[in-house]
């Protein structure tokens, strides 16, 4: 072989190798980059799926317990106290009353105020209290009263996830209002049609219904970590402009 002709096959040769190891490195950097956008998009979807900080994903956080297909004592136990007022206030617009809740900030005592198509101004308030295992006294009782005549209304409702103490029932009955313990709220729902119940428990369930809400702001806590150690607990997002917190333990009990 002439040199010219061999130094042009070498050339060629050259090229070729220099083709084929670009294609094999090229091809191996779009894997890559492939798997790269992958892990990327799964820790997207893991984001979206888990909008909520680290922090607040905590398995120390306070575990939902899982709804409950017909009414039991156990859908108040599940849920905090926000749903269990957005409940009675769905209660009382089923028997026909338009209601208006006032449930967070100065509430001056009522949590849902009654109207009637009929007649001018509310008809009725009702107080609620998610209480848990803790008896609703006549102290409770004679303040709800107090907001009764203040707002010369003749006829209230106490409603308790608990029970209400011998004195306060005896107080409630010579004062025109209507004590609705645990027994008795499951009683006024059982009354109620299929649809009716499956839509109270709609309202019960709904979004994070395990997660409290501020009694000041009206929007959900978060899951908050002490600076200097010790139990987790739940902080208002309005941090620091409320201060409000609440524990742990007194929502998972
Ligand atoms: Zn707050």
């Not at 203040?150 to 209230?156: E, F, H, K, P, S």
């Amino acid at each position: 072989m002439a040199p010219g002709l061999r130094s042009v096959a070498w050339m060629i040769l050259s090229v070729g190798v220099a083709i084929f190891v670009c294609t094999r490195v090229l091809k191996k950097l779009m894997q890559k980059q492939g798997e790269q956008d992958h892990d990327h998009n799964a820790s997207q979807l893991a984001n979206q799926k888990n909008p909520s900080s680290p922090r607040a994903t905590k398995s120390t956080l306070p575990q939902a317990m899982p709804p409950q297909s017909s009414w039991s004592a156990a859908v108040f136990e599940a849920i905090e106290w926000r749903r269990f007022e957005a409940v009675c206030e769905g209660l009382f617009a089923q028997a026909g009353f338009q209601t208006k809740a006032q449930s967070h900030g100065a509430d001056g005592g009522v949590d849902i105020w009654l109207y009637s198509q009929h007649a001018p101004g509310p008809v009725s308030v009702v107080q609620c209290k998610h209480w848990r295992g803790k008896l609703v006294g006549v102290k409770q009782m004679r303040e709800f009263f107090g907001v009764m005549t203040a707002n010369q209304i003749l006829r209230g409702t106490f409603v308790t996830s608990s029970t209400f103490s011998h004195d306060a029932q005896q107080f409630a009955q010579s004062n025109g209002i209507n004590a609705l313990d645990i027994s008795r709220l499951l009683a006024l729902i059982a009354t109620r049609t299929a649809d009716q119940q499956n839509a109270l428990l709609k309202i019960a369930y709904e979004g994070e219904y395990w997660r409290p809400t501020c009694a000041s702001c009206g929007i959900k806590v978060v899951a908050r970590t002490p600076g200097k150690g010790g139990a987790d607990f739940w902080g208002c997002s309005n941090y620091p402009r409320c201060k409000a917190i609440i524990p742990m333990a007194a929502t998972n009990a």
